[in-house]
């Protein structure tokens, strides 16, 4: 059988450096300015997130034969969304972002209301009190699956503190909202929550599921997928406040 071609590209620079530009700071590779996918430079204007940003491109392909994945730049992922995506499609990224709210897990709590709807409750309950207390808006829960919807006036609310947002912010809700399955908890790391609480609350049903059946490698996995994502992203956000 012919060998199996290396995963990734291999790669093709010696030295990831950080060069002052216009107030800002690029990232280059042997001197050349790293281009993303929609040929926009790879220039932020916090200095930290730049050095982190030239150590992660740096790092890239030195172990695994010299082949690089885009897993290998996850913050240059989350800047790619800051600097092409999100300016580009503004409006879209917040109506997707918004839309989590009627789906929201925190609000869909266990219909046999026992043991998991009560740590349910206990994990939840006190994020959704913080949604109101920082953005005035008061979403409801409901027990089982079928679908509620929020409030117009809350969502009105809501989208009009999301708009005030910079690209850089909606880009880690953009990593955040999908992975956690929650506008509240997205919400909640973008202010600072520790990420290992968010994804307790975030697998609440899943833990409630293993310690009644067992361990499932497969779910553990996917919980640990999910840190390491939001970790990046937690990341992403104190590297450019």
Known sequence: MPARAPAGRKRFWKQAQLVPQDGAYAVELDGRCVRLPGKTALCVP??????????????????????????????????????????QARDGVLESLLAYANSDLVCYRDGAQGKLAAQQAALWDP??????????????TTHGVM????????????GAA??????????????????????VLGLALMGGAAVEELVA???????HQMAVWGQDTEVTDRIASMQMELETAARFNALTR
């Open 46 to 87: 916090s200095r930290a997130l730049a050095e982190a940003l030239v150590a992660e491109w740096q790092a890239a392909g030195q172990e695994g034969g010299g082949y690089f994945t885009p897993d290998d730049l996850p913050l240059t992922g989350i800047a790619g969304s800051m600097l092409e995506r999100i300016p």
């Open 127 to 140: 994020w959704l009190a913080w949604l109101g207390k920082t953005y005035g808006v008061a979403f409801h």
């Open 201 to 207: 609350c975030a697998t609440v049903d899943e833990r």
């Open 162 to 183: 999301m708009q005030g947002m910079t690209d850089a912010q909606l880009a880690v809700l953009g990593v955040a909202v999908p992975a956690l399955g929650s506008l």
């Open 147 to 158: 679908p509620i919807r929020q409030s117009g006036q809350d969502l009105q609310a809501l």
